[in-house]
């Protein structure tokens, strides 16, 4: 079946403007998580769904991030206000069940100029 | 809070030599740990987790709950094992993931 998927894959964007990150996770998976991978560092938890309700967002950076998955499907992530720290691969991730096993979509590269 | 850490950010071996990733974390619960692995133009995917205890692709990791560590292990390594390893620690089921930094296993001919 098909995997995690995101888009776009690459999303350059000006110092300041307002960027949308999709996921597509594995159908059926009820939990979804967002990380941002900055170079040369693991990845870094940002948020969590259960179904269409945050669970966890305890890892959004500041108030100019904010993410929704209002079917409890597909989730978007938004930046407003982008900033050149910003510049970093966002992943995500879904998983079902009890173990935890995320599988990882291959992320969206978003640079801030 | 919780933290893993992976103490070396590189490992060259050559081929058919034994292999051993550094991972410790700090956790004061009983945690989940787990080895994840990114091959080149590739996903983030699981190798491995410890309540699985099993081996994959020959790694195996044992938890050493008194050492607070979960090394990842191979007697002998292979060119495909070249890859970006990251270690993860989770505090329950459908709980984040905290990743340690990653260590880039390169393995020669």
């Known amino acids: 079946g098909a995997g995690v998927s995101q888009t776009p894959s690459n999303k350059v964007t000006e110092k300041g403007k307002y960027v949308e990150l999709r996921c597509d996770p594995i159908?059926?998976?009820?939990?979804l998580y967002w990380y941002r991978q900055s170079l040369g560092q693991g990845p870094e938890f940002l948020i969590y769904?259960?179904?269409?309700?945050?669970?966890?967002d305890s890892g959004l950076p500041n108030d100019r991030f904010f993410a929704v998955r209002p079917e409890g499907s597909v989730s978007t992530l938004k930046i407003q206000r982008t900033e050149r720290g910003d510049s970093a691969v966002y992943l995500c991730?879904?998983?079902?069940?009890?173990?935890?096993?995320?599988?990882f979509g291959p992320g969206t590269r978003l640079t801030v100029l | 809070a919780q933290r893993v850490t992976q103490p070396e950010k590189l490992l060259s071996v050559f081929k058919g030599a034994p292999v051993e990733l550094k991972c410790n974390y700090s956790?004061?619960?009983?945690?989940?740990l787990f080895w994840y692995v990114q091959y080149s133009r590739q996903r983030l995917q699981l190798l491995l987790r410890?309540?699985s205890r099993e081996s994959i692709k020959g790694f195996t990791a044992d938890l050493n709950k008194g050492e607070t560590s979960f090394h990842l292990k191979k007697p002998f390594a292979q060119e495909e094992d070249s890859a970006m390893y990251y270690c993860?620690?989770?505090?329950?089921?459908?709980?984040?993931?905290?990743f340690g930094k990653g260590i880039t296993l390169s393995v020669r001919p």
């Open positions: 991730a879904s998983s079902v069940g009890q173990y935890n096993e995320q599988f």
């Open positions: 159908s059926g998976h009820t939990a």
């Open positions: 769904f259960q179904g269409t309700g945050a669970a966890d």
């Open positions: 956790y004061s619960g009983s945690p989940e």
């Open positions: 410890h309540i």
């Open positions: 993860a620690l989770s505090t329950g089921a459908n709980s984040k993931l905290t």
